[in-house]
């Protein structure tokens, strides 16, 4: 019986969310399918949440209004060709090497999910409750969120966890393992966008970072929002990178990040600065979903009480100096740690030195800038946190750092692209390569 409502829990999780994806593609333009449905499930669900609609009624209008939008909109003609790095005209070829090799890892990603019980500590004891809390309450803000029963890290923001617990809905059971799968397909999703955007051993290269694939804590294997983050983020950047990217989607992909963890906030005020700086005079479209996202958020919070959650208190920041030191060290250790992440952060860092030597601003700014200013902060929130620093990074620095990997292989693909001839004297525009949407 638990095996077959395991393998419900996994076609749930392959037919709903990405129907519901569909259905915003149809609407916003072209979107990775997996990860904009998740987005807007948990966005949907958590705002009518706030709003005191019932969660299964919701559920339900929600399944049926994607449905009728797939049957009856037809596909957006206007938007057919996607544009990333490189000559214009030039194709992103895609290795059959190289997918053989993201397939492999895909399909053992699956076998493994399917074989092994979620093992993380934060997973089970913080993102899984509220999932389970959600699904049986039926509700953002019932007895579990006003500390009836133990609620750790109660204002935790709830993207991944509604997903979870719309799976839990649809099977009738709050059993963790039917929720294995969600986590599991936002590295596969995240894998398949770096590929269609970047290139076919970029996406086989994330499925092989120790760091996604196997690690204890925050890996797909484990029940974080880590993963989900950099899916979000790194779908807002390539939106970006785009010769011609649309406000619209990109507002979307903020809005989601915003809901993700705590760090989505920042990463989208981050986000939306880079954006400001790339859209321009249609940057004001992109911040209305990212309104909605944190307007729900912080009602939400309003009405929930806080439990334990860490103290970063930025005014002892002048007092903390002699931290820093102990911050770059950490976090730089854990940047060059071979075990976790090979060479792809030295890779980062001489991409970055040959992309301004060529003087190719534009992806630059888009990948450096969505990582510099979070990376700074995650520092600054090491030195003046309650808890001792170097505990701090050891258990969270490989998963910040996994927040980054979009932006990262975007300025790596960028730095390894065919260019015209560097002898011209004019400045190397940013040319974008075209690539047909699948």
Not at 70 to 98: I, Y
Not at 417 to 428: G, M, N, Q, V
Request: charged share 15%; net charge positive; with cysteine.
């Amino acid at each position: 019986m638990a095996g077959r409502l395991a393998v419900t829990g996994l076609l749930f999780t392959l037919l709903w969310f990405p129907l519901i994806g569909l259905a915003v593609s149809r609407i916003a333009g072209p979107m990775n399918l997996f990860l904009a449905g998740a987005g807007a499930n948990a966005l949907v669900l958590f705002t009518a949440s706030v709003l005191h609609v019932p969660l299964i009624p919701t559920m339900i209008a929600l399944g049926l209004v994607s449905a009728a939008i797939v049957v009856f909109r037809r596909r957006t003609m206007g938007d057919r060709r996607f544009r990333l790095s490189g000559q214009a005209g030039l194709p992103v070829l895609h290795s059959r090497t190289a997918d053989i090799a993201m397939g492999a890892a895909v399909v053992w990603l699956f076998f493994v999910s399917a074989i092994l019980p979620l093992t993380d500590y934060d997973g089970r004891a913080f993102w899984l409750l509220k999932a389970k809390a959600i699904a049986h309450e039926r509700s953002v803000d019932g007895p579990f969120f006003h500390g009836s029963t133990v609620s750790p890290r109660n204002e935790y923001p709830l993207l991944v966890p509604m997903d979870a617990a719309t799976v839990m809905i649809a099977v009738r059971d709050t059993d963790e393992r039917h929720v294995r799968w969600l986590y599991a397909m936002f590295a596969v999703a995240l894998a398949f966008e770096v590929r269609r955007r970047i290139g076919g051993w970029y996406g086989a290269l994330l499925l092989c970072l120790p760091q996604i694939a196997v690690h204890p804590e925050g890996s797909a294997l484990s029940a974080y929002s880590d993963i989900a983050l950099a899916a979000f983020v790194a779908c807002a950047v390539f939106e970006l990178a785009r010769d011609s990217p649309d406000p619209w989607r990109f507002g979307l992909w903020v809005a989601f990040t915003l809901l993700t963890k705590n760090e989505g906030l920042p990463f989208a005020l981050t986000l939306l600065a880079v954006g400001a700086v790339v859209l321009r005079t249609r940057a004001a479209v992109t911040a209305l979903p990212a309104i909605v996202a944190a307007a729900s958020l912080f009602l939400w919070r309003s009405r929930i009480d806080p439990s334990d959650e860490a103290i970063f208190s930025l005014r002892d920041l002048p007092h903390r100096l002699d931290q820093l030191d102990d911050a770059l060290l950490g976090v730089g250790r854990h940047m060059l740690a071979i075990r976790n992440w090979g060479v792809l952060w030295i890779a980062v860092a001489a991409a970055i030195v040959i992309l301004a030597w060529r003087r190719r601003w534009h992806p630059l700014v888009i990948g450096a800038g969505a990582i510099a200013p979070m990376l700074a902060l995650y520092i600054i929130m090491y030195m003046v946190s309650n808890w001792r620093t170097e505990d701090l990074i050891n258990s969270s620095a490989p998963r910040l750092l996994t927040h980054f990997v979009g932006p990262a292989l975007l300025l790596i693909g960028e730095c390894l692209c065919e260019l015209p001839e560097p002898s011209k004297k004019r400045a190397i525009p940013w040319t974008p390569r075209v690539q047909t949407a699948p």
